[in-house]
């Protein structure tokens, strides 16, 4: 995957065998060399097996992910002697709601969600546009069953029974406007779809990715609190894109191998806001003060520098939608059981004296099961000082999603 063969395996989001099926161009075949006497009777997500030897130069989760899933390759062997045949049938489980399907990020999150294994339904959502691309995704052969849902009177039955719901619905930012010009429109939207899953599924994780995230993400507690369904550990701003820029960032600059490096950021999502710890960077790197400082100014303004490059065209989609990806993904595996799942997050916090903050959170099957707080402990001066420039500024933000609820009416 003599009593032994081979198999390839891409670790994206999804594994293929035999055809090759790879869903983000910087992964590498991961290579798999599975001996044994046994076969499988079942193969759950990216999960089985009892003796694995894995190579790869990139990981679409990283590093330690990477080492999780080889250790949960082991652990799920399932002995059945059938002369020496593997049998691999994997067992999606999972059902998956986009929320803003038809737009620039919903697109192409869509088709890389429909390449996870762990996905047995991906419903489609948005207001217009989206039974092309249902069936445009539909006719790729992967497990899930692709179902399509328009306009309002089919929102609710896009969420019965979804276990995670992303939501990227809203406009994009355009040339010259700020996350803060989107507010009045994106908050209206987050609203009204976040009282739906309220409704629908109170118990999914949600995932929003509307931005400007700093507020949209106390929207959404605040109209589930009003329907008496929160819970503070299912609710996540989708901070990914901003690790993915980093490790990028700091492999580029010190010519590192991407896989290895892990930069975590906390603080919030927009502008200086957005804190890279440097300092906290794996493996350990040092920064001169200049490097340090450029770094950080490159990932804070990311989302402008695409914006800038794409001259009025869209704003970062197909980042976005990767780093979505990886983040639905850690969920998924969260919730079949990995013990091991760590991800960066916008989510109800006490790490910094404010309501909401980002950092690293470890997932389990009923969300956070903890905040990282040692990855702001013993923070350069740099670092320390750019945190406590961005507590205003992030707390602004976060009181105006709050009091934009609470001056609506809420939905019945």
Known sequence: MAASSAASMSIGSTVSFGNKIGPFPQSKPLAVKIS????????????AAKCVSCKADLSFLGKETTSAL???FAQKAQKQNQNYQYQLQPQASYKVTVLGAAGGIGQPLALLIKMSPLVSALHLYDI????????????????????DFTGASELADSLKGTNVVVIPAGVPRKPGMTRDDLFNINANIVKTLVEAVADNCPDAFIHIISNPVNSTVPIAAEVLKQKGVYDPKKLFGVTTLDVVRANTFVAQKKNLKLI??????VGGHAGITILPLLSKTKPSISFTDEEMEQLTVRIQNAGTEVVEAKAGAG???????YAAARF??????ALDGDGDVYECAFVQSDLADLPF????????????EALISSDLQG??????????TLKPELKASIEKGIAFVHKQPVAA
């Open 36 to 47: 044994s006497q046994n076969s499988f009777t079942s193969f759950s997500g990216l999960k």
């Open 70 to 72: 080889r250790q949960s």
């Open 128 to 147: 217009a546009n989206v039974k092309g691309v249902a069936a445009d995704l539909s006719h790729c052969n992967t497990p899930s069953q692709v179902l």
């Open 260 to 265: 290895d490096v892990d930069v975590p950021v």
């Open 315 to 321: 704003s970062a989609t197909l980042s976005m939608a």
């Open 328 to 333: 639905v993904e850690s969920s998924l595996r």
């Open 357 to 368: 903050f980002a950092s690293r959170v470890k997932l389990g099957k009923k969300g956070i």
């Open 379 to 388: 923070l350069t001066e740099y670092e320390q000082k750019a945190l406590e």
